[in-house]
């Protein structure tokens, strides 16, 4: 079982949609990041959180520590969202990052 | 763009062959971190290295190493490649340690 996991693998939207992408990791961290892999292969880091909840324009990431889940939200979605989002969790005192597989999300006009 | 710059940016070549990958981390960043990203096993971390010092290990590969330059560029060496070695190889650095990480574009190593 891996130790960082995502949910769904896929998902196909319609332009307008509010999407939720869905991390669970199974170790203590002390961080998670939010990165998204464009088609051409470019990663961007979207968020790193500890804790609560946080916001840049269309995206919100939010944590539940107590829970070991972490969610990120695209409000009012566009088919340039559409990418690979991957959530990577770092351990306590750890720069080492684990990697859940990622989510395919398709965005159609 | 994330101010990371990776060379070269495809490189092909053939088994038991060496190659070096070479990163330039964002103005400032004193991290420098190495990623590899292939189809079967995602993306693994594969070593961390801060201000010239290696400080944290992964899944990387006896056959391949690293080192970070007093002006802070990186370069991982990969040598007795093998197929299964074809892979995306991303660098990342960050300010400090513990803080969020730029990437930078990728080298496509294919093995033949």
């Known amino acids: 079982k891996n130790e960082v996991e995502q949910s769904p693998q896929n998902l196909t939207a319609q332009e307008g949609e509010f999407i939720t992408i869905n991390c669970s990791y199974s170790?203590?961290?002390?961080?998670l990041h939010w990165l998204q892999q464009h088609p051409g292969g470019g990663i961007v880091s979207l968020f790193m959180l500890s804790s609560g909840k946080k916001k840049h324009g269309r995206l919100i990431a939010t944590i539940n520590i107590q829970e070991k889940h972490s969610s990120l939200h695209i409000t009012a979605s566009h088919p340039r969202d559409s990418a690979v989002y991957i959530c990577?969790?770092?351990?306590?005192?750890?720069?080492?990052?684990?990697f859940g597989k990622g989510m395919k999300l398709t965005v159609n006009p | 763009d994330s101010g990371v710059t990776q060379t070269p940016k495809h490189l092909i070549t053939a088994t038991g062959q060496r190659v070096t990958l070479r990163c330039s981390p964002r103005s400032g960043d004193l991290s420098v971190y190495w990623y590899q990203q292939s189809l079967d096993q995602g993306l693994q971390f594969l070593i961390h290295?801060?201000?010239?010092?290696?400080?944290a290990k992964g899944n990387i590969l006896e056959r391949f190493s690293a080192q970070q330059f007093p002006d802070l560029h990186s370069e991982l060496n990969l040598s007795s490649l093998e197929l299964g070695d074809s892979a995306l190889y991303f660098c990342?650095?960050?300010?400090?340690?513990?803080?969020?990480?730029?990437f930078g574009p990728g080298t496509r190593l294919t093995v033949l």
């Open positions: 170790v203590g961290i002390s961080a």
């Open positions: 290295y801060y201000n010239g010092e290696e400080r």
């Open positions: 990342a650095s960050s300010v400090r340690m513990y803080n969020e990480q730029f």
């Open positions: 990577a969790a770092r351990g306590g005192g750890s720069e080492k990052l684990v």
